[in-house]
């Protein structure tokens, strides 16, 4: 192994598997997002390793021969980090770890590292916490052996760096202690959701690194904390804001993501509780990622599984000032023309249709279009306020929603 040099960063290599539940493309695409979490973690990725497979192999995940190659790499390279796209058993990891002799993270380990770094306040610590007890709970025997060759850096932090000694029964009433003491949190948040009276509750949803930061900031003129990475924000946040003299309640909440590890989904709930309790949700896309409609699959997937997907919702389509649609050559006979070479006229009339309408399209980071969403803003707030309070309707008059230009 050659001797690590310093430097702020890690050198990775990420591994991904093909098969009939995700084909070429969408490994590629599953890969960039690995990629950029990587990054997020404060690692540099100099390698990405796909095989295809009917089945992941279970003692090593991927087989003999792509393993070796594998570790011909990390072994010449001074490749500290193998990151796995799919989760790994505990047997797995083991196994792979005293191959390649280096750390082994999946999926699920890289966002923990990632939520463990994010974590400010005392409640997204110890959601973050139970989270990485839950997952380090059954990789115990493996986890011990691995932080005395290498401690620190991606993946380490947290529990693993001051519980070396920790046995499964103290790590199982760690646990335990956690969930008490988050349920303490919940009712005192849920007795402060009580009190924030009958207002209009809005929830900004949407996948990670959207702009839902910077779209809050805009309609709030406060200062959440927004950053150009995945997760840049765990805790929510609450602001009242006021539109065209009409107030309401505006909630941030913390990114979704393709294969969110259910430890999080689970720890997170109550932060997730926001959605619950709101009465509109603005769901923000990043219309300039080319994977934007799957990523609206997979926020609707987890909507779904809290039992929100039915409440009134407006699309919000941003980063237009970033979209380019892909060049399209009409003289090729052959070439077929699909949605990446849409124009933005065309996806506006495309989602305008699919959302009945229930959609605007603006650069929060630009200003672009703003004032239009806040007049559809306006008007969905109203409704909703009309309803609670009907005697109120002549304070807050409706307005004719002016055309985009």
Known sequence: MIEQKKHDYEYAVLVGIINQQQNEQQVQDYMDELAFLTHTAGG????????????????????SGKMEDVRAFVKTHDISTVVFDDELTPAQQGNIEELLKCKILDRTGLILDIFAQRA???????????????YLLPRLKGLWTHLERQRGGIGMRGPGETEIETDRRIVRDKISLLKKKLTTIDRQMATQRGNRGALVRVALVGYTNVGKSTLMNVLSKSDVFAENKLFATLDTTVRKVVVENLPFLLSDTVGFIRKLPTQ?????????????????????????????????????????????????????????DAYAPEAFDETDLIAVRGSEHYSLDEWKETWMAKTQGESVFISAAKKTNLQHFRQRLYQSVRKLHVTRFPYNHFLYPEIEVEEEQ
């Open 44 to 63: 540099e990725v100099k390698k990405r390793f796909t095989q295809k497979l009917d089945t992941p192999n279970p003692k090593t995940f991927i087989g």
């Open 120 to 134: 400010k306040t005392s409640y997204a610590r110890t959601q973050v916490e139970l989270a990485q007890y839950q």
């Open 264 to 320: 999080l989904v689970e720890s997170f709930k109550s932060t997730l509780d926001e959605v619950h309790e709101a009465d509109l949700l603005l769901h923000v896309v990043d219309l300039a990622h080319p994977q934007f409609e799957q990523h609206i699959a997979s926020v609707n997937e987890l909507l779904a599984e809290l039992k929100v997907q039915d409440k009134p919702t407006l699309m919000v389509f941003n980063k237009i």
